[in-house]
C-alpha cells in the first residue's frame, strides 16, 4: 500500500514537470493560426534570421571543435598545475549572466579591444558583423562542447592509447586512431550541444550584433514592437527548424556504428 | 639482451626501487608478484611508457632508457589485451604496420601470414567485442608479434583466459620462446611461473627479493613471502639448539625438531612442505628423524586431495591424494602420526 502510494507521487510530481515543459510550448503552438504561421514563413526578414543563426551557430561551433577538442583530451589525460582553476575557468561562461557575457565579449571585440584592434587592422568590424555573433554564441556555448569532450576522452581507456605507442605510433596518430574514434560520440553530443546552445542564445549576442538580426533577436524584436501575437509565429517556426536540425545532427552522430568499450578493457 | 641497471621509479606512495635485471637472449623469464607489487609498472618501464627516475635500460647493448617507445623494438600484450574496439581483428593487427607505413600488399601478407600462425585467419574480419578471452589473446599477441620485436613483454596474459584454453596459449608462448623470441611474463600465479620459465625473479613491494630456476626458487625459499608463493602452509618460529653434532629447532608451541646443516643464528623461520609430511594411524618406529602425535582438527578438499590439519603442539597442514585418504581413513578429532626426515625442514634465513 505504502509503495504503491509512493508511485503514485512520483508519477504525479514527474507528470507535473513534464507538463509545465510542454504546456507553454503546446500552448503557443495551438495559438498560432495557421494563416499567420504560413505569412511567417514566407517572411523574408525571417527566413534570412533562422538561416543566419543557423549557418553562425554551426561555424562558431566547426572552428572552435579544433581548439576545443585537444584542450578536452588534455584536461582528460594531463596532470598539470592548475589544472582546476583551467576547469573553472571552462565552466564559467556557464555561470556568467548572459548580458554580462555579452558586454565582456563586446569589451574584447570592440575598436578598443585586443581582437577588434587585429579585426580593424585587416578592415573588418566585428560588432554587428557575423563573425562578432559567432564570437559571442562560442563564448557562451564552447563550455558544453568541452566538457562533453572531456568526459568521453576520459572514458577511453588509457591502456588502449598506451598499446597503440607500444605498437609504434606517433602521438598524434594514437590521437586520431584511437582516442577521437573512440570518444567521437560524446565530442558528438558536446558539437550538438554547444550548436544546439550558441543557436539559442539571446543575452550576449543582443549585445555584440542587434543586427544582422539573429532568430532570437528577431523574435524578441517582434514581441517588443508589435506583441506577442507577432512574435508567436517566428517563435514556432525558429522552434521547428531548430528541433529538425537537432534531430537530424543526433541521427548523423549516432549514425557511427556504436563502438563498444568492453568493462574489462577499462579495468 | 636485456639489462637493468639500478632501476627506481616512484609512483605516488609506491616505488620501485634497486631493481637490476639481466636476461640473456632467448630466455623466458618470470616475473612473479601480487598486484600492486610493481611488476606491470616495471613492464611499463622496460617498453618505454613511462621513464625511470633512475638507473639504465639497455636492450640489445642498447641504452634506450630515453629513447621513443617507437624505437625499442619492444612488444607489450597488456592484460585483458587492450584491443582496438573501433577495428576489425585485420585492423588491429596492421595498426603496427601502417604506423610503419609498409604497403598495402606488404600489409595484407604480413598480417595473413601472422593470423595463420596465431590460427585467428576465420577471424580477420571480425570486430572484436564478441571474441572469446582466448581469441582475444591471440588477436593481441599477432598484433605484437607482427612487428617483429626483439623482446615479448606479456602483463598476465592468462589471467582473463579460461582453464580450458590457458593449456593452448601457453605452448603458444612456449613456441614463440622455443623459436628464439625472449620474453619477460608478469604473473601473481606461481604455478604459470614454473610451467613456462626458465627463470623467475619474484617481486614485493617494488623489489626483486628473489631470482633463479623455479626448482631453486621454491625449493629454497629466501623468506616467507616467497615459501607462501610456493603453496607452503607450514611456517614455524623456531630457536635453534645445538645438541652434540646434530642441530634441533625448538618450536614455539612444543614440539622439537631435529633439523640438518649447522650454524644457525639463535632465532629463525621454518618452513615444511605438506608433501614431504607422512601420516600413519600406527606409532612409527624410533628410527624416524622427526615423529609427533596429533589430532585431525580439520579436513577440507585441496587442489590434489584433501588437507588435513593436525594439532601436535603445532599446526602442521598435510596434503593427502584422495586414495591415501581414503586408505588411512582419517576422521576429525582422531589421533593421528606425523613424521618428517630432518633434510625436509627448511630455514628461511631472511625471516628471523
Redesign the interface.
Known amino acids: 500500500m505504502k509503495n504503491n502510494l509512493f508511485s503514485w507521487i512520483l508519477l504525479i510530481l514527474s507528470s507535473l514537470v513534464l507538463l509545465f515543459i510542454l504546456a507553454p510550448l503546446a500552448g503557443m503552438f495551438i495559438n498560432t493560426g495557421s494563416t499567420e504561421f504560413i505569412e511567417t514563413v514566407k517572411d523574408k526578414e525571417v527566413q534570412e534570421s533562422i538561416w543566419l543563426t543557423l549557418w553562425v551557430s554551426f561555424a562558431a561551433t566547426f572552428i572552435f571543435a579544433f581548439a576545443a577538442i585537444p584542450l578536452a583530451w588534455l584536461l582528460a589525460r594531463k596532470n598539470f598545475p592548475l589544472k582546476g582553476v583551467v576547469q573553472g575557468i571552462i565552466d564559467l561562461p556557464v555561470v556568467l549572466p548572459h548580458t554580462a557575457a555579452g558586454i565582456a565579449v563586446l569589451g574584447f571585440i570592440s575598436r578598443d579591444g585586443f581582437l577588434g584592434k587585429t579585426a580593424d587592422a585587416l578592415g573588418l568590424s566585428l560588432i554587428n558583423n557575423p563573425a562578432g555573433i559567432a564570437l559571442a554564441m562560442a563564448f557562451v556555448s564552447v563550455p558544453f562542447l568541452i566538457n562533453s569532450a572531456r568526459d568521453g576522452f576520459a572514458s577511453v ?1 588509457e ?2 592509447e ?9 602521438r598524434s ?1 594514437v590521437f586520431f ?2 582516442s577521437l ?2 570518444a567521437w560520440r560524446s565530442i558528438m553530443t558536446g558539437f550538438v550541444m554547444m550548436f544546439a546552445r550558441g543557436m539559442s542564445e539571446f543575452g550576449a549576442v543582443v549585445i555584440v550584433a542587434y543586427h544582422p538580426m539573429i532568430a532570437p533577436v528577431l523574435i524578441y524584436e517582434r514581441f517588443s514592437s508589435f506583441g506577442l501575437k507577432y512574435a508567436r509565429p517566428a517563435s514556432v517556426l525558429f522552434i521547428i527548424v531548430a528541433l529538425a536540425v537537432f534531430i537530424l545532427l543526433r541521427l548523423i552522430s549516432l549514425k557511427k556504428k556504436e ?4 568493462p ?2 577499462e ?1 | 639482451m636485456l639489462r637493468l641497471k639500478n632501476i627506481n621509479k616512484r609512483l605516488g606512495n609506491f616505488a620501485i626501487s634497486g631493481i637490476s635485471l639481466e636476461i640473456p637472449e632467448g630466455e623466458y623469464y618470470v616475473l612473479l608478484g601480487r598486484s600492486g607489487s610493481g611488476k606491470t609498472q616495471l613492464l611499463e618501464l622496460i617498453a618505454g611508457l613511462s621513464i625511470p627516475d633512475a638507473g639504465e635500460i639497455w636492450i640489445n647493448n642498447q641504452d634506450v632508457t630515453r629513447k621513443k617507445i617507437q624505437n625499442r623494438q619492444v612488444g607489450l600484450v597488456f592484460q585483458d589485451y587492450a584491443i582496438f574496439p573501433n577495428m576489425t581483428v585485420f585492423g588491429n593487427i596492421a595498426y603496427p604496420l601502417h604506423s610503419r607505413k609498409l604497403k598495402r600488399h606488404d600489409i595484407d601478407l604480413k598480417v595473413k601470414n601472422i593470423a595463420e600462425e596465431m590460427n585467428i585467419s576465420n577471424l580477420l574480419d571480425r570486430f572484436t567485442h564478441n571474441l572469446s578471452g582466448g581469441e582475444l589473446q591471440r588477436v593481441a599477441l599477432a598484433r605484437t608479434l607482427v612487428n617483429s620485436p626483439k623482446l615479448l613483454l606479456l602483463d598476465e596474459p592468462l589471467a582473463s583466459i579460461d582453464a580450458s584454453l590457458r593449456d593452448d596459449i601457453k605452448r603458444t608462448l612456449r613456441r614463440l620462446n622455443r623459436n628464439g623470441l625472449t620474453i619477460i611474463h608478469v604473473t601473481h600465479d606461481y604455478r604459470e611461473a614454473v610451467s613456462l620459465a626458465a627463470r623467475i625473479g619474484v617481486i614485493h613491494n617494488g623489489h626483486i627479493i628473489q631470482e633463479g630456476p623455479p626448482n631453486e626458487v621454491f625449493s629454497k625459499p629466501v623468506n616467507k613471502f616467497v615459501a607462501r608463493y610456493a603453496g607452503i602452509r607450514n611456517f614455524f618460529r623456531v630457536r635453534f639448539r645445538r645438541d652434540g653434532d646434530c642441530w634441533k629447532a625448538l618450536c614455539e608451541g612444543g614440539p622439537v625438531f631435529r633439523i640438518s646443516g649447522n650454524n644457525f643464528p639463535e632465532k629463525g623461520l621454518m618452513i615444511l612442505k605438506s608433501d614431504d609430511i607422512k601420516i600413519s594411524n600406527n606409532e612409527p618406529s624410533a628410527g624416524s628423524d622427526n615423529r609427533f602425535n596429533g589430532v585431525v582438527r580439520e579436513i577440507s578438499p585441496s587442489e590434489n586431495g584433501m588437507e588435513v590439519t593436525i594439532d601436535a603442539g603445532e599446526i602442521f597442514y598435510v596434503d593427502l591424494p584422495v586414495c591415501d585418504f581414503k586408505s588411512l581413513q582419517i576422521r576429525e578429532s582422531s589421533n593421528i602420526w606425523i613424521t618428517f626426515p630432518k633434510e625436509a625442514v627448511i630455514a628461511l634465513p631472511g625471516s628471523g
Open positions: 581507456p591502456r588502449l598506451k598499446a597503440a605507442l607500444t605498437l609504434g605510433a606517433s596518430r586512431t584511437i574514434p573512440l563502438i563498444y568499450i568492453s574489462d578493457a579495468a
